[in-house]
């Protein structure tokens, strides 16, 4: 896939991290660091988007049922007691 040049600016210390990074010969240059850094962190943050996506999805059900059968589909009976019994253990 062709390249495309951006100006972007970046704070010094994140400069200096980029730096480190070729110095320590991870990197072959900053063009190469913040270019794989970059798409890491796309595909990191395009995979939480997923997973908070997809726990709205079951909390929007849950609410359904909750509505639909007039009480939680989930039973937490028994939890306050061992959130008690537990800290009181600390």
Do not use: C, H, Y
């Not at 320590?24 to 063009?31: A, E, T």
């Not at 908070?52 to 059968?69: E, N």
């Amino acid at each position: 896939m062709p390249s495309k040049a951006i100006p972007v600016k970046l704070e010094e210390d994140v400069i200096e991290s980029i730096d480190e990074l070729v110095k320590k010969g991870l990197f072959r240059s900053r063009n190469e660091a913040i270019r794989r850094i970059l798409g890491k962190g796309l595909i990191t943050f395009s995979n939480e988007v997923d997973r908070k996506k997809t726990i709205a999805a079951i909390a929007d059900r849950l609410f359904l049922l909750d509505r639909d059968l007039g009480r939680s589909p989930i039973s937490l009976k028994g939890i306050r007691s061992q959130l008690i019994e537990s800290r009181e253990r600390l």
